[in-house]
């Protein structure tokens, strides 16, 4: 838990754009493009993230399609709380929306409280982390040089309640090849590898995977996203780090 917690100081607020190109197809994608925003402010005792990811493709049987995702959390900096919304898009029409509020006790129990796409509510296993925590989770094992670490996720980006991760760090370290920016020059980083499963029996195969470069303070770029049909490849275009708040 201490690397955790020094992790998790270490995380920075940013503001990310990153230019997403088509990787590799598995034949129905014929081509794709497309940006992704990533914003993370400090609000002194929680963080509050927003995530814009927009992808036009080209597809042999359905034609031109937009994808627009827009993704917002506001978690508590102890890991106890968070708020959530995620509004998924095709061709301008209303695809899903996840919202809610999630909470966990000091005894790891949590539940998820959801306000769409219908009401209900799930408990939470124990050891479940919320996104912000388990990036610092896995920044945490990087820096002590753990091979690989499966840790429990609930970011309400979908409505089944917790998600398995399974993540491979490889070569955390200083970098070799320079910094994409100044502000990166001196921070340790390393190739990560996020898996993310449904928590069901029949779930062999990934719902989705990615791969980046983190840097210790919680920034990533060379990004390797794979959405299954297809995969992109994303490089960080424009990056701001902004100071922490001074009333804090």
């Known amino acids: 838990m201490t690397g955790q917690i020094q992790a998790e100081h270490a995380l920075t607020g940013q503001r990310a754009t990153y ?3 088509l990787a590799e197809s598995g034949g129905n994608t014929l081509s794709a493009t497309g940006s992704m ?3 993370v402010r400090d609000t002194c005792s929680a963080w509050s993230t927003q995530q814009h990811l927009d992808i036009q493709s080209a597809t042999r049987n359905g034609g031109a399609v937009t994808m627009v995702s827009d993704y917002s959390t506001l978690e508590s ?3 106890r709380h968070l708020i959530f919304r995620t509004v998924q898009k095709s061709n301008n029409t209303v695809l899903q929306t996840v919202s809610g509020e999630a909470s966990v006790d000091a005894h790891g129990h949590g539940v998820v409280q959801y306000e769409k796409p219908i009401k209900k509510t799930l408990k939470l296993p124990p050891g479940t982390l919320f996104p912000m925590m388990h990036t610092a989770a896995i920044l945490a094992a990087a820096q002590q040089g753990a091979p690989n670490i499966a840790p429990l996720l609930f970011d309400g980006t979908g409505a089944d309640g917790a998600q398995e991760t ?3 760090l490889l070569g955390w370290g200083p970098q070799k090849d320079p910094a994409p920016f100044p502000a990166l020059a001196s921070q340790p980083a390393g190739r990560v590898h996020v898996a993310f499963f449904s928590r069901t029996p029949d779930s062999i195969l990934p719902d989705y995977e990615i791969g980046m470069r983190y ?3 919680g920034v990533s770029d060379k990004l390797d996203m794979d959405f299954g049909d ?3 490849h994303g490089s960080l275009h424009n990056l ?3 100071p922490p708040p001074a009333h804090c």
């Open 19 to 21: 230019d997403l190109s």
């Open 215 to 217: 840097f210790a303070n």
């Open 240 to 242: 701001a780090l902004p």
């Open 77 to 79: 900096k102890d890991g």
């Open 166 to 168: 399974y993540i491979t």
């Open 37 to 39: 925003t990533y914003v």
């Open 230 to 232: 297809f995969r992109m």
